[in-house]
């Protein structure tokens, strides 16, 4: 029987990931899932592991106000409030996508740029400014926070697995930040699915996910890997014409609750 294994939440785009047992979706997929982004201070464009491998050693915990927790080993914590309705609006650009978020205020942007060492803001992304997917995969009205491309992340525990064989050493998941990791599937078997249900939850299953070198960045260390591993055995037996392929972008049709054990059902 197949099972969701594991949630993973992401409440600041490529910082520290949050284990969940339960977690309610929305229209952006997991509350509270990447509403947060580090932007470069002059130009607005965003921020993450690919250039600032630090980053995964910044803790961002969500709470239930919308707020932000962060926390650095050498900074110690600060809590950031959710930007009012008056809050300056800064315009960012994530991938094509150039859009006006509300800023979380300079004590914020003074925790994160001594962080990072560099002028840097933290910006939070509302329902009602949302993005739209990328154009020509899923529903023209799909929408997404500060995720690369889509609201969820899916892998099977036995493609994770698969992959640390043939690299020859144990791979976290966490290296992968899935939102979502089912068990009881054969190896890859993601790939060919195209819906299916999680509780009362109907998923689209949109477009496979296309990896980078952030999978070489240690979650716990926040080092990269002298040997280029997973991405580079990536490279050679899941490559596409888009890119070395590693779990599927799902859009959850409707609202509900997840929890970890809950069966799954692949509908197509």
Not at 140 to 156: N, S
Not at 175 to 198: C, T
């Amino acid at each position: 029987m197949l099972r969701l294994s594991a949630l993973y939440r992401y409440p600041l785009k490529s910082g520290k990931g949050e284990v969940l047992q339960s977690i309610e979706l929305d229209k952006l997929g997991l509350a509270g899932d990447r509403r947060w982004m580090l932007v470069d201070e002059a130009s607005g464009r965003f921020l993450t592991q690919r250039a600032e491998a630090k980053m995964s050693q910044l803790s961002a915990l969500w709470n239930a106000r919308g707020g932000l927790t962060l926390n650095t080993p050498e900074q110690g914590s600060i809590e950031i409030a959710l930007p009012d309705d008056n809050a300056e609006l800064r315009g960012v650009t994530i991938w094509r996508d150039t859009l006006r978020v509300p800023d979380a205020g300079d004590e914020a942007a003074r925790f994160v740029s001594d962080f990072l060492g560099k002028r840097t803001r933290l910006v939070q992304m509302p329902l009602e400014r949302a993005r739209t997917t990328q154009s020509g995969f899923g529903k023209d009205d799909d929408q997404v926070a500060f995720a690369d491309g889509y609201p969820l992340l899916l892998i099977g525990e036995a493609s994770r697995q698969d992959l640390s064989e043939k690299v020859g050493r144990p791979l976290e998941m966490l290296r992968f930040r899935p939102n979502l990791v089912i068990e009881g599937s054969a190896a890859y078997a993601e790939d060919g699915w195209k819906r299916i249900r999680i509780g009362d939850i109907e998923f689209r299953v949109v477009k496979p996910c296309s990896r980078c070198i952030m999978t070489t960045v240690d979650p716990q260390t926040g080092e990269r890997s002298a040997d280029r591993e997973p991405f580079a055995t990536l490279q050679k037996y899941r490559t596409t014409a888009d890119g070395a392929m590693f779990g599927q972008n799902l859009v959850n049709d409707g609202n509900g609750r997840l929890e970890v054990g809950m069966p799954v059902e692949i509908l197509e």
